[in-house]
């Protein structure tokens, strides 16, 4: 059998990105100032604003928030600035059968899961128009089976790579991505699960972003669009979010406000709230629980008996976080911040070490996504996902994002099973040697 030849280091070095995809920056310059801006918002007497329950969220807790953003950043920093001397990596061919594989599983569990939707062009006909929401569970969700459809974030990464940066023009790939696309806007719609569309689309940005050359001044638009990166896309995000609550909530207060009032007092309430509940439960229990409800969350869920096993193991029987949306809060805003869920699994001492080590484990896939890393290319996308949503909760610990890390494994994984994966010289080391 013909030895795989693996992608040569080039002396050009890491391929550049913009600021707002490096891990450090983006929690200095985006994340932190948008805490005080919601902070701010959520304060205030803005119109639409639904904060039903009592207000916890002092200038204590906002201070928290922010030294952990601050530690976050410096764990990050350190991790992005650490040597790379080799990645690994693999030939295009590999990488491809690779994807078309871990896509087609990706496809059939979707076709599983909206089988009955499928077949009936009826019921999806009434879905499409907005008369009928069905729940997951009653269109057929199997957990182990169902839950594979989250491996389309990894697939997304991978292929995003093969066709942005690598120009591979597989007729069948490129298929793969129309269609996972399709099936999970799809999804985005009928449960408003707009984080679906976040995994999907963030990591297909991230890999045209390396395939990009920076903009010039003779292009004026796109290098302002790249400068100002999550800033210039804050009224998408808002435009989607509000298309998205007409369907969802808008009949129930168009008789009391403009729509565009509801939809902004919506849109901060999401994360304003989660902060507030947050604040709530450090409030109302005692911490830290080590429970780890926040930070392994997917671990509770895990099927086969583990995570029952697991909950009693750590005194999880009746979980926190649902205890105080029963008590005090509102169920229709139930997630808790990543900054102070964290803090209430493990304390203060125990959030900073946390935020700064999985930070530091993001900076180093940073390096190494822009030098080709088969496995950074697959998981730093899920690092700007987690950093994004840390207003509402910790994405690391949840059963979505323990899927992608598991479908990226197995990828490589069979990669090496393959004999398709190879340690090389990263292309900063191979800079230097072709300098002297």
């Given at each position: ?290 429970k780890f409800e926040n930070v392994l969350n997917w671990l509770h869920a895990f099927p086969l008996g583990i995570g029952a096993w697991f909950a009693e193991a750590v005194g999880a029987t009746t979980e ?53 890393d088969t496995l950074a290319l697959m998981l730093y996308p899920s690092v700007l996902v987690a950093i994004f949503e840390s207003f509402r909760y910790c994405y690391w610990g949840t059963s979505r994002a ?35």
């Amino acid at each position: 059998m013909r030895k795989p030849e693996f992608p040569s280091a080039s002396p050009a070095g890491p391929r550049a990105l913009p600021w707002w995809t490096r891990p450090s920056t983006l929690s200095l310059l985006f994340v932190l100032p948008m805490l005080l801006v919601v902070y701010w918002a959520g304060s205030s007497e803005l119109g639409g604003l639904a904060v039903r329950t009592r207000n916890y969220l002092s200038t204590q807790h906002l201070v928290l928030c922010l030294g952990l953003v601050v530690f976050s950043a410096m764990g990050a920093a350190l991790g992005e600035g650490l040597q790379q001397r080799t990645v690994l990596q693999s030939c295009d061919e590999h990488l491809v059968r690779a994807a078309v594989c871990l896509g087609v599983v990706v496809l059939a569990a979707y076709v599983f899961w909206y089988r009955s939707l499928i077949l009936d062009p009826s019921v999806m006909l009434r879905i499409l128009t907005g008369a009928l929401k069905p729940e997951r569970d009653e269109i057929g969700r199997v957990v182990g089976i169902t839950s594979l459809v989250n491996c389309a974030a990894p697939f997304f990464s991978l292929a995003g790579y093969l066709v942005f940066v690598r120009k591979v023009r597989g007729g069948v790939l490129k298929a793969l991505v129309v269609l996972l696309l399709l099936f999970t806007f799809f999804r985005a719609y009928i449960w408003s699960e707009r984080l679906a569309t976040a995994e999907a689309l963030i990591p297909l940005v991230l890999a045209l972003l390396l395939a990009m050359p920076r903009p010039t001044a003779e292009q004026p638009v796109r290098r302002l669009l790249y400068g100002l990166g999550p800033y210039a896309a804050l009224p998408v995000v808002f435009l989607f979010f509000a298309v998205a609550e007409y369907f969802r909530s808008w009949t129930f207060y168009q008789d009391r406000m403009a729509f565009w009032e509801f939809a902004l007092g919506r849109f901060v309430s999401y994360y304003y709230t989660a902060l507030n509940n947050g604040a709530g439960m450090l409030a109302t229990t005692e911490w830290p629980s080590w429970k780890f409800e926040n930070v392994l969350n997917w671990l509770h869920a895990f099927p086969l008996g583990i995570g029952a096993w697991f909950a009693e193991a750590v005194g999880a029987t009746t979980e926190t976080g649902d205890l105080f949306l029963q008590r005090y809060g509102d169920p229709e805003f139930n997630s808790g911040s990543s900054f102070l869920g964290v803090t209430l699994d493990l304390g203060v001492g125990g959030a900073i070490l946390y935020f700064a080590l999985s930070a530091f484990c993001g900076g180093i896939l940073y390096s190494r996504y822009r030098r080709g890393d088969t496995l950074a290319l697959m998981l730093y996308p899920s690092v700007l996902v987690a950093i994004f949503e840390s207003f509402r909760y910790c994405y690391w610990g949840t059963s979505r994002a323990f899927v992608w890390l598991l479908g990226a494994v197995v990828v490589l994984a069979a990669l090496w099973a393959w004999g398709a994966l190879g340690a090389t010289r990263s292309s900063h080391d191979a800079a230097r040697r072709f300098a002297s």
